[in-house]
C-alpha cells in the first residue's frame, strides 16, 4: 500500500505557474507509474499527465501539452507537476495517484491510490 500527500497548489494569476508536489509512503514507489488528474466543480475527473516507473516516459493530456511537465524523483519518493501559462480553464482540484506495476495509464480506473487532491485556482 501506498499514501499520497499533494502540496503546492494555490491561486495564482493567469499567465503564472505553480509547482505541485506529491509525496509518497509505503511500498517502494519506484514500483508505481504515477499520475495527475483533476477534477473542476460539476465535471469529471480528467487525465493531466502520467510517468513511468523509471520516469523515462511521459504521457500529458492535449489540454496541457507543451505547458505541464511531470517529473519524478524516486530517491525522495515524490513526483512533480510543474504547471506553467496557466489558465483560468486550469483551476481544478488536483490529485496524484499510484499505479502499481502500472503502464502510465490516461484512465483513472487503472490507479490504485489517491492523495485527498490539493486545489488550484486561476484567475483571469
Known amino acids: 500500500q501506498v499514501q499520497l500527500v499533494e502540496s503546492g497548489g494555490g491561486l495564482v494569476q493567469a499567465g503564472g505557474s505553480l509547482r505541485l508536489s506529491c509525496a509518497a509512503s509505503g511500498r517502494t514507489f519506484s514500483t508505481y507509474a504515477m499520475g495527475w488528474f483533476r477534477q473542476a466543480p460539476g465535471k469529471e475527473r480528467e487525465f493531466v499527465a502520467a510517468?513511468?516507473?523509471?520516469?523515462?516516459?511521459?504521457y500529458y493530456a492535449d489540454s496541457v501539452k507543451g505547458r505541464f511537465t511531470i517529473s519524478r524523483d524516486n530517491a525522495k519518493n515524490t513526483v512533480y507537476l510543474q504547471m506553467n501559462s496557466l489558465k483560468p480553464e486550469d483551476t481544478a482540484v488536483y490529485y496524484c495517484a499510484a499505479d502499481f506495476l502500472g503502464s502510465s495509464s490516461n484512465s483513472p480506473r487503472e490507479y490504485d491510490y489517491w492523495g485527498q487532491g490539493t486545489r488550484v485556482t486561476v484567475s483571469s
Open positions: 510517468i513511468s516507473r523509471s520516469g523515462g516516459s511521459t
